[in-house]
Every structure is written in C-alpha cells, then in structure tokens.
C-alpha cells in the first residue's frame, strides 16, 4: 500500500471517521500530523493543501482532501485503486 498522511489534531471527529476508514480498507500505517502540537505543520498543510481545515489527506503523492472527499472517493470505488502500490 501507498503511504498514507493525515494532517489532524487530538479532537477532530472528522480526522477520527477518515483514519476508521482507512483502517477499514487495511492502512495499517497512517503518519499523522498532528498541528494541534506543531503549529508550524498547519502553515505546511495549508501551502500544500491551500485549506485550513483538517483532516488533510495525502495517499502516495497525492491529495485526497478532507474526510468528505475521502469517504466519496470510496463510494465511487477509486479508494481501494489509489492505495494500492503502483
């Protein structure tokens, strides 16, 4: 599987849906960032991103977008493809 990234803090309830999916679809390693504890990660996520909300999603290279965008990718079946090694 692709390495997953997710930009979140300690209390979201969105960051906590994205991770129980993607655990759900067998990421077994997720780095979270975490810019409740590091300020200086949310000015990286919003270059990176241009949003300021979390999560932040990032499979291999590429950005998913939040918890919403997420869970529509899985509905249209392009979840399961973008996680799988290449």
Known sequence: MKPVQMYS???????????????????TDIEKLRVDLEPELREQMMS???????????IGDT??????????LDRAGDLLPLLQND
């Open 48 to 58: 990176r991103t241009g949003r300021r909300t979390v999560p932040q999603i990032f």
């Open 9 to 27: 803090t300690g209390v979201c309830p969105y960051c906590v849906r994205a991770e129980q999916l993607l655990r759900a679809r067998g990421v």
């Open 63 to 72: 950005h998913v977008g939040g918890c919403d965008d997420l869970y529509a």
